[in-house]
């Protein structure tokens, strides 16, 4: 039996089946992929009476399912043929799947011939930047579960941005994009922080209360593109620690270095201004002659003062 082999439909609007549920139209043909026990399929046939198969991975989980869906297909959806299902369907759900796939833009384009003309692709993915994340990361750690956003199972991990970019390699516009929410009270933002030593940050607020910050999973559909284009690979914007460190450092050097140069001239600025000084101190003659301008100076301002007093 797999982790998920007992959940269960609730009538909840924060809850992933829920959302999806409201996608479906009535009476449509649906494919599971990774339908666990069967249990989402099985509401769908009762409440909306759709025609459901399904896709599952575990075999105890499968033969549970094939009690409850039309079809049932104990396989795995990368490596195994589609060769056995010769219906088209309205709707393919991958609930919770994408991020257990090794390949999942493979599987996306593998899955188009069994999407009827205009059918779309659900999914529900966990967000990996999510709050409770970010809070783990800043404190150094990275724990798995068996369930939830760190399940030990995941292949890979998803953020709107990657989301989006998978879907649209394999040939996809996402037309909706919706989302479960967990989100952190500010009295807990506040408390988290506070074991990290860090204090109150109008700027640090904003970003745990971002959008991205609140979605516990991405929940949406997706059609077929007509004009086909490979996203941006994911290299270009995989972080790169080193390489960022290295930049700082060689910004610092050349920064401290501009500073230096800096310093350097005001010395010799200053050195110039110290060698007239000087040069003027040993001279009796220069020195004499600066007191007699300076005395004239001083005579020829307080006469031109006295004139302009009497004009005015």
């Given at each position: 039996?797999?982790?998920?082999?007992?959940?269960?439909?609730?009538?909840?609007?924060?809850?992933?089946?829920?959302?999806?549920?409201?996608?479906?139209?009535?009476n449509?043909?649906?494919?599971?992929?990774?339908?666990?026990?069967?249990?989402?399929?099985?509401?769908?046939?009762?409440?909306k009476?759709?025609?459901?198969?399904?896709?599952?991975?575990?075999?105890?989980?499968?033969?549970?399912?094939?009690?409850k869906?039309?079809?049932?297909?104990n396989?795995?959806?990368?490596?195994?043929?589609?060769?056995?299902?010769?219906?088209?369907?309205?709707?393919?759900y991958?609930?919770?799947?994408?991020?257990?796939?090794?390949?999942?833009?493979?599987?996306?384009?593998?899955?188009?011939?069994?999407?009827?003309?205009?059918?779309?692709?659900?999914?529900?993915i966990?967000?990996?930047?999510?709050?409770?994340?970010?809070f783990?990361?800043?404190?150094?750690?990275?724990?798995?579960?068996?369930?939830?956003?760190?399940?030990?199972?995941?292949?890979?991990?998803?953020?709107?941005?990657?989301?989006?970019?998978?879907?649209?390699?394999?040939?996809?516009?996402i037309?909706?994009?919706?989302?479960?929410?967990?989100?952190?009270?500010?009295?807990?933002?506040?408390?988290?922080?506070?074991?990290?030593?860090?204090?109150?940050?109008?700027?640090?607020?904003?970003?745990?209360?971002?959008?991205?910050?609140?979605?516990?999973?991405?929940?949406?559909?997706?059609?077929?593109?007509?004009?086909?284009?490979?996203?941006?690979?994911?290299?270009?914007?995989?972080?790169?620690?080193q390489?960022?460190?290295?930049?700082?450092?060689?910004?610092?050097?050349?920064?401290?270095?501009?500073?230096?140069?800096?310093?350097?001239?005001?010395?010799?600025?200053?050195?110039?201004?110290?060698?007239?000084?000087?040069?003027?101190?040993?001279?009796?003659?220069?020195l004499?002659?600066?007191v007699?301008?300076?005395?004239?100076?001083?005579?020829?301002?307080?006469?031109?003062?006295?004139?302009?007093?009497?004009?005015?």
């Amino acid at each position: 039996m797999s982790n998920y082999s007992s959940s269960k439909f609730v009538e909840d609007k924060n809850n992933s089946w829920y959302k999806v549920f409201q996608f479906i139209e009535p009476n449509s043909n649906v494919l599971d992929v990774g339908c666990s026990s069967g249990n989402f399929g099985e509401v769908l046939i009762k409440n909306k009476g759709c025609v459901v198969d399904g896709i599952e991975l575990d075999k105890e989980d499968a033969v549970q399912a094939q009690t409850k869906l039309r079809n049932v297909y104990n396989f795995n959806i990368e490596t195994d043929s589609l060769e056995n299902l010769k219906d088209k369907y309205d709707y393919i759900y991958f609930g919770d799947v994408i991020e257990h796939l090794v390949n999942p833009v493979t599987a996306l384009i593998k899955i188009k011939k069994l999407l009827k003309s205009g059918g779309k692709i659900l999914f529900s993915i966990p967000n990996m930047a999510h709050a409770s994340v970010r809070f783990m990361l800043l404190k150094g750690d990275f724990d798995y579960g068996e369930t939830g956003l760190l399940d030990n199972t995941h292949l890979h991990y998803y953020t709107l941005r990657e989301i989006e970019r998978v879907f649209k390699n394999a040939g996809y516009n996402i037309d909706i994009i919706d989302g479960t929410e967990a989100t952190y009270p500010p009295g807990l933002v506040t408390d988290q922080l506070k074991e990290l030593g860090i204090g109150k940050s109008p700027k640090l607020d904003k970003l745990l209360n971002k959008d991205d910050a609140r979605v516990f999973q991405y929940v949406g559909s997706a059609t077929v593109s007509e004009n086909h284009k490979i996203a941006a690979p994911r290299i270009q914007y995989s972080p790169d620690p080193q390489g960022t460190i290295s930049l700082w450092y060689q910004g610092h050097i050349v920064s401290r270095d501009q500073s230096i140069q800096q310093l350097k001239r005001r010395v010799k600025e200053q050195e110039k201004i110290i060698n007239e000084q000087t040069t003027l101190l040993n001279s009796p003659e220069e020195l004499a002659r600066m007191v007699r301008i300076s005395q004239y100076l001083k005579y020829y301002f307080r006469r031109k003062s006295k004139t302009l007093k009497r004009f005015n």
